[in-house]
């Protein structure tokens, strides 16, 4: 933000006044530029992160008797393997082709 700013208190101070259209032209161009990539501005990526608001299977959790849980993992672990499974084949069929279902 600061360097807008700067660039902004250039193009509009006395001295920019006293260039030529080139260099005029030149400082604009700049603000225009940093306005528009402060408009555009994405987070920085992070190794790790994914893309979308899918962000993946959701972590287990349960609440109860061990028996009661155990049971739980047993299908929470099943179900997240469907899912990494589905998930591999649609990338295998984005990126090559192969595993495509109908």
Request: aromatic share 12%.
């Amino acid at each position: 933000m600061n360097k807008l700013i700067a660039i902004a208190l250039l193009v509009f101070s006395t001295n920019a006044y006293s260039l030529g259209q080139t260099e005029e032209g030149i400082l604009y161009g700049l603000g225009i530029y940093k306005l528009w990539d402060l408009i555009n501005e994405e987070p920085e990526w992070t190794p790790g992160q994914t893309y979308g608001s899918d962000q993946g299977f959701p972590p287990f959790r349960c609440k109860g008797d061990s028996i009661k849980c155990a049971y739980e993992r047993g299908t929470y672990e099943r179900e997240r393997e469907e899912f990494e499974d589905k998930k591999t084949k649609a990338y295998e069929c984005g990126r090559t082709g192969r595993n495509c279902e109908e």
